[in-house]
């Protein structure tokens, strides 16, 4: 496709479970960051992802969150035993300079409700 | 501690007049400002971004000026429509060559017919 696709769109689980975001970024874009956003709040960086380079973890708010992305392109986030407190959403976005220079092409979030 | 702050409060004006909105940043010394524009639901778009070594940047009805003795930059629609209701957020990098980019909370921009 021609933007950044996540998936799912809306999740809504138990506390305790796992879940998996998966998200798919702009072919060739080397840059990768997730964000969340809670109602009414503005953008909390997570972890950000550049080439090869080990990624920036700095913004995970616990170690039940984690990411990875595979070959340079889709990248999965994933929230073990989760708490009320995740319930948000959970923004993707590429970008193809590897400087805060780029602009960030979003996709739509994936919606996590935790019940 | 580092801190993006923009106007919590929403900003409300009438139809055809000029909106300002304000990033002010501490503990930063961003080498780029971006702004971005969020309507409910969706995800932020790219509007414009400015460099440090730019005072002012103009797109269409857009203009972002960066201050970086104030640490401001402000964010202003000309001639607003209500179609410019939304969300804008600025966003800096942390000029540590990661990349990484800090958003602001965004303020709610509401143009009145």
């Known amino acids: 496709g021609a933007g950044v696709s996540q998936s799912p769109s809306n999740k809504v689980t138990e506390k305790g479970k796992d879940v998996e975001l998966r998200c798919d970024p702009i072919s060739g874009h080397t840059a990768l960051y997730w964000y969340r956003q809670s109602l009414g709040q503005g953008l909390e960086f997570l972890i950000y992802?550049?080439?090869?380079?080990?990624?920036?973890k700095s913004g995970l708010p616990s170690d039940r969150f984690s990411a990875e992305r595979t070959g340079g392109s889709v990248s999965t986030l994933t929230i073990q035993r989760t708490q009320q407190e995740d319930s948000a959403v959970y923004l993707c976005a590429s970008s193809l300079s590897s400087r805060g220079a780029g602009e960030l092409f979003f996709g739509e979030g994936s919606r996590l409700t935790v019940l | 501690s580092q801190k993006i702050e923009q106007n919590s409060e929403a900003l409300n004006i009438q139809e055809g007049k000029t909106a300002t909105l304000t990033c002010n940043y501490t503990n930063y010394s961003p080498a780029y400002l971006q702004w971005y524009r969020q309507d409910p639901g969706r995800g932020p778009v790219f509007l414009l971004l400015?460099?440090?070594?730019?005072k002012e940047k103009r797109k269409e009805r857009l203009k972002v000026t960066f201050d970086t003795t104030l640490k401001q930059s402000l964010f202003h629609i000309t001639a607003s429509q209500p179609a410019d209701s939304a969300t804008y957020l600025c966003a800096l990098d942390m000029k540590s060559n990661t990349g990484k980019l800090i958003f602001g909370q965004g303020t709610t921009l509401q143009v009145k017919p």
């Open positions: 992802f550049q080439g090869n380079s080990a990624p920036d």
């Open positions: 400015i460099r440090e070594n730019e």
